[in-house]
């Protein structure tokens, strides 16, 4: 198994990410890795009670913004694009509670130039499925690239905007 840590930095660009950049002392700090061969991406982590919503429950938008960022590194790192979300589609099936170890894992379901279709997954520490999403991006022009990045793609990263 082939597995890559994704790191904000090889873009070439800052970034203040609230889901996973390490330095945001606000945000959830969550490290995502690449598997080559199962063409997926996934996280393995654990929020304490300042993300909570009922107090022993993680806030049902927090949970939601793990699994959107799962599928919005899914479209980097198996699609090979820069993209943002469209719509999201998420079904509760079991509490996500503070302080429990869970694993959330992304992968595409369909690609076009235009747009990538992905599904994201969060398991409790037994493998069962607590929250699934699907969710729709939309792939980034290179001048919509450098109005999100906040500066032009340049690098090796131009290669993930058209």
């Not at 022993?56 to 938008?61: N, Q, R, T």
């Amino acid at each position: 198994m082939a597995v890559h840590a994704l790191d904000n930095a090889r873009w070439g660009f800052a970034t203040n990410c609230f889901a996973c950049e390490p330095s945001n002392a606000a945000g959830l700090k969550i490290p995502f890795f690449h598997d080559d061969d199962a063409a997926a991406v996934f996280a393995e982590f654990t929020l304490g009670e300042e993300f909570s919503g009922a107090p022993s429950y993680l806030h049902g938008g927090i949970t939601m913004t793990v699994l959107d960022e799962a599928m919005a590194w899914a479209t980097i790192a198996v699609g090979g694009r820069f993209a943002v979300t469209r719509e999201m589609r998420t079904t509760f099936e079991r509490p996500v509670r503070v302080g429990r170890p869970y694993r959330v894992e992304a992968r595409l379901t369909a690609q076009t130039d235009e747009r990538i279709e992905a599904e994201g997954l969060v398991l409790d520490g037994r493998t069962r499925p607590c929250v699934r999403a699907t969710a729709s991006f939309v792939v980034l022009s290179a001048e919509r690239a450098a109005d999100v990045l906040g500066t032009e793609a340049t690098g090796d990263d131009a290669k993930y905007v058209r």
